[in-house]
């Protein structure tokens, strides 16, 4: 908004100052007063209300296309989790939920093979379905200004590394290796260091700086971090298809589901690239550059014509104020146009992907809960958020989702749950998540 407030001052003192300037000469510096200047400002008028009007329609394609998106992958891990028929356990759990107390504690003394097979299956969706929602936030900050200036800046870098932190403790070293291959972003010695020492995630790093950290020589330095331009597959793109495959290891399964429905998840996936897609376009594609330099010529030209055609006669209000209303009014509609053409940033008028995204990781716990999967959603716990990302959302941003076998190594605060889990409580018997009684906090 500086630059608006910039214009609309100077406006201001530039209407003062010829008002001035004509009450010390006594004289009008326009010829005609009664026609001059209204068909400049009526064509004015009407090209940016039309601007005004296409950057509204982009703002709410994007708004659609987001809410599409995340539509599609909870759509997603609603058929896999209901669809799975597990074993003896999810039988009588899913035709007596509900009567006679029949719990998650109830099941698990009635899990077999198959209901530990199912879990498996439903900790994977459930994780890669996550790993996709942080994947279509890390696009648009790799696309606002990596893809475009081949450079990041070092407050938007750090964030980029807070959310592939967000992604390798949802999956494993080699997991995380293919996927972030794709980024083709610098990171110094330094990052590698700190972030990714020993092979384990450190996201407690992020809770002690907002900055990425640098060679004692390049403190007081300006610094860039490097995107390659070059044209390459996108990162969404591979962990679609590592959802994919976790999805279709189970298909005809005697646990999980029958391959008839698979077209039913191929639909759903398919929905999501097409958004994915959509979202991108919106992003490298702005008005088009002769149409928006068109109208800042016109307004530019307005602005400095529009006091010449009043009578100083008429005083102050007439000459200064009212030509300030309307030069704010203009300039007003031209900035929101601006805002409104590109909603995927982290302005205060963009979209809250954030707040999306935590919405997300609660409904995919919450269905592992309702389907009676205790074993699945232990395989999780809730990290706490660093203090430079909570700005991110206007919601309260506090957990994120991580795996417990990635993150047990960690020494800071977490949380079982977010005050709505049923299982918080439920050790697993022997033989039964090992891994997850092991990374207990």
């Known amino acids: ?118 879990s498996v299956c439903r900790a994977d969706l459930a994780r890669w379905a996550v790993a996709l929602a942080v ?56 990052e590698k260091e700190v972030l990714w020492r020993n092979g384990l995630p450190q996201p407690q790093v992020f809770h002690h700086t907002h900055l990425p950290p640098r060679a004692a020589d390049k403190q007081d330095e300006p610094y860039s971090y490097a995107v390659s331009m070059e044209p390459t597959y996108r990162q969404l793109m591979v962990i679609l298809t590592l959802l994919m495959r976790s999805i279709y290891l189970h298909a005809g399964e005697p646990y999980a589901y029958k391959e008839r429905f698979f077209p039913e998840v191929l639909a759903l996936t398919a929905e999501i690239m097409r958004t994915h897609d959509m979202v991108h376009l919106a992003m490298v594609t702005p008005l088009p550059l002769p149409y928006v330099s068109l109208v800042r010529t016109l307004l530019v030209g307005y602005l400095l014509t529009a006091p010449l055609f009043l009578d100083y006669v008429d005083g102050a209000w007439a000459n200064v104020v009212m030509p300030t209303m309307t030069a704010i009014a203009l300039i007003g509609i031209d900035h929101i146009g601006i805002e409104l053409e590109n909603p995927f940033g982290e302005d205060a008028n963009d979209l809250d992907v954030q707040a999306m995204i935590a919405q997300f990781e609660r409904e995919v716990m919450r269905m592992l809960e309702l389907v009676g999967d205790a074993l699945a959603r232990d395989k999780f716990t809730w990290l706490p958020v660093p203090d430079f990302m909570k700005d991110e959302t206007t919601t309260p941003f506090m957990w994120y989702l991580g795996l417990k076998s990635e993150t047990c190594h960690i020494n800071f605060p977490h949380n079982s749950g977010t005050g709505l889990s049923r299982v918080r409580h439920i050790a697993a018997p022997a033989g039964i998540g090992a891994d997850a009684r092991k990374a207990t906090w």
Not at 30 to 43: E, H, P, Q
Not at 93 to 106: A, K, N, V
Not at 160 to 174: I, Y
């Open 135 to 190: 994947g279509f936030r890390i696009h648009m900050r790799m696309c606002a200004e990596g893809y475009f200036d081949g450079s990041l800046e070092e407050d938007v870098k750090w964030k980029l590394n807070w959310d592939r932190m967000r992604l390798r403790t949802l999956m494993t070293a080699q997991e995380y290796a293919v996927v972030d291959r794709a980024l083709q972003v610098e990171d110094t010695d330094e």
């Open 1 to 118: 908004m500086q630059p608006c407030l910039k214009m609309m001052v100077a406006t201001a003192l530039y209407n003062l100052l010829i008002y001035l300037l004509e009450v010390v000469l006594e004289t009008n510096f326009s010829i005609n007063l009664k026609f001059g200047g209204k068909i400049l400002g009526k064509t004015l008028s009407v090209l940016l209300v039309f601007r005004a009007n296409s950057s509204y329609d982009r703002y709410w394609e994007g708004r659609k296309a987001c809410s599409t998106f995340f539509t599609s992958i909870r759509d997603l891990c609603m058929h896999i989790c209901v669809l799975c028929k597990g074993g003896r356990g999810q039988h009588v759990y899913s035709h007596r939920f509900g009567e006679d107390g029949f719990s998650m504690e109830r099941k698990r003394g009635l899990d077999d093979t198959d209901d530990q097979l199912v």
